[in-house]
């Protein structure tokens, strides 16, 4: 079978769009922003007269360019969920690449692109571990091993030819994203000891934007390709598939939005003068609804997130979490923050995702102290009583970690030495011991929680309740707590 090309898709040299100056940089080529941030540039393309195509850089390089080039940058992205209510099945073939740059044998061509005056965003996606200092880097390596090294040199080469600065919108799950970049970058500039000018440019001439991205991406789907490429008569090596919620907050000047619209055509990008509330907004509901959640529905019997959806014990727990007891907790009008949490609701329900909650519940612990313990903290100071379900939360992660079988059959956990060695030691206590001793742990938690008042006894009786009667009745017991 033939490959996605232009040629495959019968349109000649690919129309105007191939024209099209490139003003993106885009370092990660990976399914994420090829399903993301490519998806919305395309769009931009078509609604908003962006005209702009988008060179990608692999940050390593293992063949990945020419994969892409091979196709000529196109391939098809599937957009599969539930959205407002209803079914969505939409493919899309996305037409904003230009072409690849391998890092390491296309290195010269890299200086000389970055060099070019259309050139405007830089996006990266590089994983977690990508935005890292290295101290080791130098300017003459071809190419620096870091990320924030290659951009620093990449830099000066556009400041040496004189022409403006960059937007640079990294999307990489770190806290301050942008700026944490930006120092990285100011750091390798001194320490090649480049020139002053050049460093007041970094400084004054480019927005290191901190970002907040969300949107689920599946990438290839292997059940379904061999499929989808018979019907359309080609194969696509490239072929990418995601929900179709999506949602990029950009902390940047909101002038920067009238060179990159999405806003103004209906994407959902926002750019706001702080993107914090925005985290905490996703971190609570959607992370936190699943931290909370996850422990209590595998134990009540439950594999995979959808079918948590299809159960009205779990649901109404999770719904009561998001509702009343962490959305009042964020600093978002609230209006903004139920609509949020109905996407979040459908998200869990996509049919097209089999997200396993064991997968979900590895390190609970740490995502318990981060997604959740900040709801807990801050309920009393506007309700004056404890969130019931959270508290209830914290008991269920207590039994996941202890129970270890269910309907007779073990099950794996996961999470560091130390947490496990926890559990090893104290699985033989009564319920409120248990509760008790793990809320001391402030090495887990950054704080011993028997001082919140009346959290530790009202855990501690949810264990019991667990332990006595069932996942499932001590849910249904929560919820009567609840509803008093």
């Known amino acids: 079978m033939r490959r996605l090309t232009y040629a495959a898709l019968k349109e000649g040299d690919g129309g105007i769009l191939r024209q099209a100056p490139e003003r993106v940089l885009q370092f990660g080529e990976g399914n994420f922003l090829r399903g993301f941030a490519d998806d919305f540039i395309d769009r931009m393309n078509e609604r908003a007269g962006f005209y702009g195509r988008v060179v990608v850089v692999p940050p390593a390089s293992a063949g990945k360019a020419g994969r892409i080039n091979a196709q000529q940058g196109l391939y098809q992205l599937c957009l599969r969920g539930k959205q407002n209510g209803a079914l969505v099945e939409e493919r899309r073939m996305i037409r904003c690449i230009s072409r690849a740059l391998d890092v390491f044998a296309d290195w010269d061509e890299l200086l000389r692109t970055a060099c070019q005056p259309e050139l405007r965003f830089v996006i990266s996606n590089t994983t977690e571990a990508g935005i890292v200092y290295d101290p080791a880097c130098r ?17 000066w080469e556009r400041w040496r030819s ?31 000891g480049l020139e002053e000018a050049f460093r007041h440019w970094l400084e004054t001439e ?10 689920i991406v599946t990438g290839y789907p292997k059940q379904w390709a061999a499929q989808l490429d018979e019907e359309n008569g080609y194969a696509d090596a490239l072929l990418d598939t995601a929900e179709p919620f999506g949602l990029w907050v950009i902390e940047a000047p909101e002038a920067l939005a009238e060179e990159f619209p999405a806003p103004q055509t209906g994407l959902p990008v926002k750019f706001v003068s702080d ?12 992370n936190g609804g699943h931290t909370a959640m996850v422990p209590a529905a595998f134990l009540a019997g439950h594999d995979i997130v959808r079918t948590c959806m299809e159960d009205p014990a779990v649901r109404a727990f999770l719904e009561g979490a998001l509702y009343e007891e962490i959305i009042p907790t964020l600093s978002l009008p609230r209006e903004d923050c139920e609509a949020f949490a109905r996407a979040v609701e459908e998200r869990f329900a996509n049919p097209y995702i089999d997200h396993r909650l064991l997968d979900i519940a590895l390190n ?18 506007g309700g004056g009583r404890l969130p019931v379900r959270l508290t209830f939360s914290f008991a269920a992660l207590a039994a996941f970690y202890t129970q270890g079988m269910r309907n007779g059959v073990p099950y794996p956990v996961r999470d560091d030495a130390a947490v496990m060695g ?3 030691q104290t699985k033989g206590l009564a319920p409120e011991a248990l509760i008790r ?10 704080e011993d929680l028997n001082a919140l008042p009346g959290f530790v006894p009202a855990a501690g009786r949810a264990l019991e309740r667990i332990r006595a009667c069932g996942m499932a009745a001590a849910l249904a017991r929560c919820q009567e707590e609840a509803g008093l």
Request: net charge positive; glycine share 4%; charged share 25%.
């Open 422 to 424: 926890f559990f090893r």
């Open 206 to 215: 480019n927005h290191f934007c901190s970002t907040l991205v969300d949107r």
């Open 275 to 286: 993107h914090h509330p925005y985290k905490e907004q996703k971190v609570r509901i959607l």
């Open 139 to 155: 300017w003459d390596d071809r190419p620096p091993a870091s990320f924030p090294a290659k951009l620093t040199r990449l830099l």
């Open 162 to 192: 004189g022409v403006s600065g960059w937007v640079l919108l990294p999307c990489e799950l770190i806290a301050d994203n942008g700026a944490v970049l930006r120092e990285y970058v100011l750091r390798h500039a001194a320490d090649w």
């Open 364 to 381: 609970s612990v740490s995502k318990w102290r981060a997604r959740v313990l900040p709801s807990v903290r801050a309920y009393p100071a």
């Open 437 to 446: 001793a793990l809320a001391a742990r402030t090495d887990f938690w950054g």
